[in-house]
Structure formats: structure tokens, C-alpha cells
């Protein structure tokens, strides 16, 4: 292009100077005269470089895209000829990429998109550290002591949610409110979407107003901005609704979130003992997480010295706590849908470089017409590509088919937010389809055009001409490859279902067989303790009544389910060293409870109807607290301090069992309970113990609360059993998934074992005549094709017992009761692999050993 242009501009100045010689001059006057003329030489050769570079480089992009939609064409012209390998190939790709897609959602929900709160990064969790440990929930006078001293924080809320019953609007149900205090609004960063939010004096009060929340106010409301003003009666309380929040903020709850917000109500029962609240702060500009834990540290010291408390003050970032363990279970998902994918590639490279040795006598003739080893393998990449985004379509509409059961898993879970088939979502899966097609499509690039082109030709329709016993052994290179990454997943699924067996084996400390669960919600002001008494008497007595009831009673929590009261207690006339005064957690249960949920009375006697207010105050307490706090064995008679709802004493006359709260995977912790009838609470639950399915009996037990009182609705009814295997959920969710993964990982790896063997009979199929001919049996060709196949399998599965034991230690925290390299199911992975893939290999086997001999020798090879 240089030379070109030297050669236009050289062209002018000679025109030039043979004009001006006709005029007169001389030659070198002439040549001195254009050269005046014309200027800057170099300038102008640079400039029309330049455009000359600009027009060729339009050129070539031109060319690009006009050869690339002609081998587009070509691509989808060869997929229509080939229909059955187009549609095993898309569809293997659809299967690994929807799942990878669907996945993907999850991830991108819970870990990618941003919090939906403006500079999440100044955003934290304050907890409450006791005995070293942090985690703990916040008092109410904790939450004060930290607005006091906190001096990095720009603005501060602490909030806890419980049920109120709404009336007055058909018929009574319960609604979930948000009870908050402090700047809830200017901590989050979020404006009412209509209406205002709390004053300063209405949330220091207790004011009863409300914010909708906007799910809330759409379902219930349609959106309607006349709701403003509007009087709701919860739990017999008119409550003006001042405004909407935004559904952000339900981020805070994303399993439960609230449905109204209101100022906390200070009560005498929330005592510094009391832990309860979660508080989110918002730390000043250019104070950083780590910067505010110091001063935080130097805070919490300060108050101790003061002499208010003995707990310190941790900080941790927003995210971390709303993903909690949510992280590691989509990362250990990832890794799963990876492991797939890469099996998937395998497969499908399989498929693609059995049709490119298939297409050799085609690339012969071309690059004997004159096309290049270049452009072949361009051609090649663009046919993979074109499979590659066909899969990718496809696998969209597999994601989409998936959608529903991945939102059902992310709200199971809890993730920060559902699955999402967004654009988001759609660019990942643009992006993977070409990265994938790229990756099983290089290696059938680099393969054309390197055979002999006169032995190609030559042996046109030879079977063999597939690609001899090179092409097959890499084959079976990749298809070894797929079982050594299906042993891992196989692996990993039967360690983690191990895992469920063991946990579902798990003494619990109680016999839900039989019960049925809900929830009540008195309302306040209706309601005081005697009435609250009454009611529950009323209750206990007609659900008792009803035909195979045979226990019925309340407690503040229930075994395994979310919420927990947790603090301190004393125990009169013993003294503990600071920071080590008694604690447990805290439950309050009506007579018949134990007996109800089958918990052993180890000592004493349980709570009776004689158990109520102006009687002498009682606890019981369970066997791992009496150890803890009394291991002399002298825990009956002892007297102790609830502190709550009680500043008096109580005696402990009962020890019971202990009860799995936090997990089946986790150690019992110590409780101490206290009798209904002497502080009956507004919202508990009610346990029916009975013969037969206890789901029989939702419509009896609705009418029995319907009896006491029509405004009192039953909430969540369900089973014991349900709950206790719901308490496994997130378990079983990532068993499920990844044994999902590993049956698609085995079903993938057999066809790929199937298809080697096929493609072995084919191009063996005179060899296998000849040996008939001559007297083999059936079995020894069933022997023959299986020993061929036999390497790769045996190579392909001790790879993946290599890796699986790697691998699966990342299982470690989602294991129980089985170590990470439990020999038993690594080799049960191994054997079914084999066998499975032995089964693959003798189906082809065992079709060559029916093959007529004669027939089988007219084949050609």
C-alpha cells in the first residue's frame, strides 16, 4: 500500500514537470517548480496512507462479515444434512447450559447484583459479643449504650419482627410487622414511596403509625395512594398508616419479610438481659469496616469499665449477614455446574470430532481447490459457534422450564433475592455459548487438513478412514476425561446423601410423630394475663375434647424453627467471675407440654394447672444446663432469677431432656423454661399431640379457636415432622441439586462411552466377520470390543477417585457423621461408573456379536 501510494504521487509530480517543460523549463527547474507546487510530499503520502488504511480496513471488516455469514450458512446447511448429530449436540448442550444458566441466576440474585440499598458498603451489623463469641442479638439498652457511644456511626436502627393479628378488614388474619427504632429510614437510605416516614418523637414513643410494605400495599391496596390516613386495627390497636416503604427494605428479612413497619414500643420486660434485636448502622464517610471495629472495641471497653455490661460490640458487614450461608452453598452449586459443563464440552467434542474425521475426504478436496489450513479451521470454529449458540437458545428455554423449582429453591434457601432470567442472565449465556463452542471446537480445528491428501482421497468410503486408531484413542481421551469428572460429582452426591441419613437419625430430643402446630396472636389491649390464662384454658380444653387428641399445649418456640430468646439468668446465692454469669435460652410452655413432644422428665415433675399466678414461681430446666450450672447433681430445689417478666425468684422443680433447637447438626443447647400460666405471652404456639394424621384435624382445631374467639386466626398449621425435616431443608436442597448434576453427569458420560464403542464395531466390522469366520464365538467378540474399551473406562475412573478425594473436602461443612474421604462411597462412586460404563460399551458389543459373518466381510475395511 506504501509503494502504492509513492507510485500516485511520483505519477502527479511527473505530469506536473512534463507540462512545465513544454512551457520552457528546464528539467531540473522543472521538477524543483512542482515540487513547489505540490507541497508537503510526506504529508500527503501520510495522509492518503491513511485513507487508503481506513477504506481497507472497512474492506476487510466487510469481507469478515460477508465470509462470516457465508460460513454461518454453510454451518446451518451442514447442521440440516446431519439431523441427528444436530440434535444430540444441541440438545447435550441445552441440558449442560440451562442448568449452568439456571444456576447462574441464583448466583447472580444472591452474590453479584448490588444491595438494594444506596452505599452498601458504609452499611453494617452490630452485634453483641458474650464469652468471646459474637453473633448475639442486641438488648434494647445495649442498642441505647451504642447510640450513646458510637461516635463513626452516621445513623443507627435496630428492628425485630412479630405477628399482629389485623381486623376489621374481613375476616382476622396475621400480618408480620417490622417493629423498629432509631433512624430506620436514614440508615437504609430509602424514602416512602407515598406518604412520610417516622418522626423522631413517634419512634422514641412508640407512636402507633405504620409504614405499608409496598408488596403489602400493591396486593392488598392495588397501589391506591387514598390508603394514607386509613385506620388499621392491629391486634385491637388502631394504628394510623402514615406511608408506604419500599419493598428494599424487606431485604432485611428475605425469607419473612414484614408486611407493616412501626415504632417499637418500649416494655418493662425488655430488660438488658433480654436479646432480641438485630441493628444495622451506617458508618460515616471514609470510616472503614475495619477502622469502626477498633473504636468500636475501644467503646465496648469504656461501657464495660462503666460498669453497665460485660459484652463487647462486633461490626459486620450488611452483606455478609444477609448472604450468610447462602455463599457457600451457590459457590459449591458453581463448582457442581462447572463440573458438567466440562463434561458437556467433552461430550460434544466427541460428537464434533467424530464428524470432522468423518468430513476428511470433504477438507481434502477443498484444500485440493486451493483453500487454506487457515480458512478450514476458521470454518470449523464458525461451525461450532453456530452449534454452540443453538445450544445456548435452547438451553434459555431449558433454564426458563427451570425457573419456577430455582425460585422455589432461592426462597426455600432464603437467598438475598430470587432467580432472575434477565438480560443479566441472557449475556452470560451469549458469552458462555461462545466460550463453549470455542473450547470443543479448537481441537477438530487444529486436526483439519493434517492428513494425507492423496491417501485421503484414495480411501474415500474406507471406515476406517474416521480417523484410524489415533482418532479413536483420542476419543476415548475425552470420553475418560467425562468419567473422571462424573466419579466427582457421584462422589459428592452420595457423601452429602450419607450426610442427610445420618442427620435425619439425629435423636432430637423429642417424638414429633403425631403433633400438629400453630400459631395464635392475642391482641394487646383486649388481652390482658388473666384473660390471655383464660383463653388458653379454653383452648387446651376443647382441642383435649376432640377424638384422638391426646395432649395439647403452648410454648414460645418451637424445636427447629427460626426466632430464639436467649439471656441471662441468676441463680440465687452463688456468684460467678465476670463475664461468666448463667445464661440460656429462654421458652415459656403451658402444662402438657412436655408430655405433648414425648420430652423425658429426667427428675422432679413437670408444669401442672396448679402452676399459675399467685402460686410460688417455678422453672424446669434441661439436662445440658444442669450440668453446666449445677454439675454437683443439686440443680432440683434450687432458686433462681428468670429475669423476665419477673424480677422475683422461682424454683427449679423439674429436669427434662434436652432439645435440638439450632440444628440437627448442632449440640443441644440449655434451656430454662417457665410456666405459661404465670406469663402467658400475646403470640405463642400450640402443639396437638393425637393418634392418626394430625393434617386431619386443621378444620377441627380452626373451629375450636373460631369458638374461643372468631378474631383470633390460626397462622402456619402444620406438622412436628415437617418442621423437623424443613430444619434440613438448605441440606437437602444441595443434595438434591448435586445429585441432579451427577445422574446428568452419568447419563452424559455413558452416551459418550456408548458412542466409542459404536463407532469401534463400525470400523471393525470386517475384522469382526473375518474372526467369526474363523470360528470366535459371541463371547469372545463381546470380549474383544469390551478389553478396547476397558483401559479408558479403568483410567478414566481411578482419575476420578484421584480427584474426587481432592475435591470433596470443599463438602466438609455440609457433611455430618461422614468424613470428606469415606473410602465406602468413593469406591460405591467408582463401581457404579464402571459398571454403568461397561454396560454402555457391551450393548454395541454385544449387537457386533449378532453380526452375519458373510455380510459383515462384504464391508468395506
Keep these: 500500500m506504501e509503494r502504492d501510494v509513492r507510485d500516485e504521487v511520483e505519477f502527479h509530480l511527473e505530469m506536473q514537470v512534463r507540462v512545465l517543460i513544454e512551457r520552457g523549463y528546464t528539467a531540473e527547474a522543472a521538477r524543483a517548480e512542482a515540487l513547489r507546487r505540490f507541497g508537503n510530499v510526506a504529508g500527503v503520502e501520510r495522509r492518503l496512507l491513511e485513507m487508503d488504511w481506513r477504506r481497507e480496513r472497512r474492506m476487510r471488516r466487510w469481507r469478515a462479515l460477508r465470509d462470516l455469514r457465508r460460513d454461518a450458512g454453510f454451518a446451518l446447511r451442514g447442521l440440516r ?74 445513623g443507627a436502627m435496630t428492628f425485630a419482627t412479630r405477628p399482629y393479628t389485623l381486623t376489621g378488614e374481613g375476616s382476622a388474619e396475621l400480618v408480620m410487622a417490622g417493629m423498629v427504632r432509631g433512624a430506620p429510614l436514614a440508615t437504609l437510605g430509602l424514602r416512602p414511596l407515598i406518604g412520610r416516614s417516622f418522626g423522631a418523637a413517634e419512634l422514641d414513643g412508640g407512636a402507633n403509625v405504620v409504614l405499608l410494605d409496598e408488596v403489602f ?5 392495588a ?22 416503604m419500599a419493598r428494599e427494605a424487606g431485604a432485611l428479612r428475605a425469607g419473612n419479610p414484614p408486611q407493616v413497619w412501626m415504632p417499637m414500643d418500649r416494655h418493662p420486660a425488655m430488660t438488658r438481659g433480654l436479646h432480641f434485636l438485630d441493628v444495622i448502622a451506617r458508618l460515616r464517610p471514609h470510616v472503614s469496616v475495619e477502622q469502626a471495629g477498633l473504636r468500636a472495641d475501644a467503646a465496648a471497653a469504656r461501657i464495660i469499665e462503666a460498669g453497665e455490661t460485660t459484652h463487647g460490640i462486633a461490626l459486620v458487614r450488611l452483606r455478609e449477614v444477609l448472604v450468610g450461608d447462602a455463599r457457600a452453598v451457590l459457590l459449591l452449586l458453581m463448582a457442581a455446574v462447572a463440573v458438567v459443563l466440562l463434561i458437556v464440552c467433552a461430550n460434544v467434542a466427541n460428537l464434533v470430532l467424530a464428524q470432522a474425521f468423518d468430513r476428511r475426504r470433504e477438507f481434502a478436496v477443498r484444500i485440493a481447490l486451493g483453500a487454506g489450513q487457515v480458512r478450514l479451521a476458521r470454518q470449523v470454529i464458525t461451525e461450532s459457534i453456530v452449534l454452540g449458540l443453538a445450544g445456548g437458545i435452547a438451553g434459555m428455554g431449558v433454564a426458563w422450564l427451570l425457573s419456577r423449582t430455582v425460585n422455589a429453591v432461592s426462597v426455600t434457601a432464603g437467598f438475598l433475592a430470587p432467580a432472575a432470567l434477565d438480560a443479566r442472565v441472557l449475556a452470560f449465556m451469549l458469552l458462555l455459548s461462545v466460550l463453549v463452542a470455542v473450547l470443543f471446537g479448537v481441537w477438530p480445528a487444529l486436526r483439519v487438513g493434517r492428513s494425507d491428501l492423496a491417501e485421503t482421497l484414495r480411501r474415500a468410503g474406507d471406515a476406517r478412514s474416521l480417523g484410524g486408531r489415533g482418532a479413536l484413542g483420542r476419543r476415548r481421551l475425552l470420553a475418560g476425561a467425562e468419567l473422571a469428572l462424573c466419579v466427582v460429582l457421584l462422589a459428592g452426591a452420595g457423601l452429602l446423601a450419607r450426610s442427610m441419613v445420618n442427620l435425619l437419625r439425629q435423636d432430637t430430643g423429642f417424638d414429633a410423630r403425631g403433633v400438629l402446630t400453630f400459631w395464635l396472636s392475642l391482641p394487646g389491649p383486649r388481652y390482658d394475663d388473666v384473660r390471655r390464662t383464660a383463653f ?11 377424638p384422638g387428641v391426646e395432649h395439647a399445649a403452648m410454648v414460645s418456640h418451637l424445636p427447629l424453627e427460626r426466632g430464639d430468646t436467649y439471656g441471662g439468668f441468676e441463680i440465687v446465692g452463688r456468684a460467678f467471675p465476670e463475664g461468666e454469669d448463667p445464661h440460656s435460652k429462654k421458652r415459656i410452655a403451658s402444662a402438657g407440654y412436655f408430655e405433648a413432644l414425648g420430652i423425658p422428665l429426667l427428675a422432679g415433675r413437670t408444669f401442672t394447672e396448679r402452676d399459675r399466678a399467685g402460686a410460688p414461681e417455678v422453672v424446669i430446666i434441661t439436662e445440658s444446663l444442669a450440668r453446666r450450672y449445677w454439675p454437683d447433681g443439686d440443680a432440683l430445689g434450687s432458686r433462681v432469677r428468670y429475669l423476665w417478666g419477673s424480677e422475683g425468684e ?53 373451629a375450636a ?40 453427569a452419568l447419563v452424559l458420560a455413558t452416551v459418550g462411552v456408548y458412542a466409542i464403542a459404536a463407532q469401534s464395531v463400525s470400523q471393525r466390522t470386517s475384522e469382526i466377520g473375518l474372526r467369526m469366520a474363523v470360528g470366535a464365538g459371541r463371547a469372545d467378540v463381546v470380549r474383544l470390543i469390551v478389553r478396547a474399551e476397558l483401559p479408558a473406562i479403568l483410567v478414566g475412573a481411578l482419575a476420578g477417585l484421584a480427584g474426587a478425594v481432592a475435591a470433596t473436602r470443599m463438602l466438609d461443612a455440609w457433611l455430618f457423621g461422614v468424613a470428606a474421604t469415606d473410602g465406602v462411597t468413593l469406591a460405591s462412586a467408582v463401581a457404579l461408573l464402571a459398571l454403568v460404563a461397561i454396560l454402555a460399551t457391551w450393548i454395541p458389543a454385544r449387537r457386533a456379536a449378532r453380526l452375519d459373518p458373510l455380510r459383515a466381510l462384504r464391508t468395506e475395511g
Excluded at 217 to 221: A, V
Excluded at 226 to 242: A, C, K, Q
Excluded at 536 to 546: F, G, H, I, K, S
Excluded at 684 to 700: C, E, W, Y
Design 81 to 154: 444434512r446431519r439431523p441427528v448429530f444436530a440434535l444430540v449436540a444441541v440438545l447435550t448442550l441445552a441440558l449442560g447450559m440451562g442448568a449452568t444458566a439456571s444456576v447462574f441466576a441464583l448466583v447472580d440474585g444472591a452474590l453479584l447484583r448490588p444491595l438494594p440499598f444506596p452505599d452498601e458498603e458504609e452499611l453494617v451489623y452490630v452485634r453483641d459479643v458474650q464469652d468471646g463469641e459474637s453473633g448475639y442479638p442486641a438488648s434494647l439498652a445495649e442498642f441505647d449504650d451504642w447510640l450513646a457511644s458510637l461516635d463513626f456511626l452516621a
Design 217 to 221: 400495599w400493591s396486593e392488598r391496596y
Design 223 to 244: 397501589r391506591r395512594s387514598d390508603v394514607l390516613g386509613r385506620t388499621l386495627r392491629l391486634s385491637d390497636e388502631p394504628y394510623e398508616v402514615i406511608g408506604v
Design 536 to 546: 388458653l384454658d379454653d383452648l387446651v380444653a376443647r382441642l383435649e375434647a376432640m
Design 650 to 702: 422461682q424454683e427449679v422443680v423439674g429436669l427434662v431432656g434436652d432439645v435440638k433447637h439450632d440444628g440437627l447438626d448442632r449440640p443441644a443447647d440449655g434451656m430454662i423454661f417457665r410456666p405459661a400460666g404465670q406469663f402467658v405471652q400475646s403470640g405463642f404456639a400450640v402443639v396437638v399431640k393425637g393418634s392418626g394424621d394430625p393434617l386431619r384435624r386443621v378444620d377441627a382445631v380452626r
Design 705 to 744: 379457636v373460631r369458638a374461643v374467639d372468631p378474631d383470633v386466626p390460626v397462622r402456619v398449621p402444620g406438622t412436628m415432622e415437617s418442621i423437623v425435616s424443613g430444619s434440613v431443608t438448605g441440606r437437602r436442597t444441595i443434595m438434591m441439586l448435586i445429585s441432579a448434576f451427577a445422574t446428568l
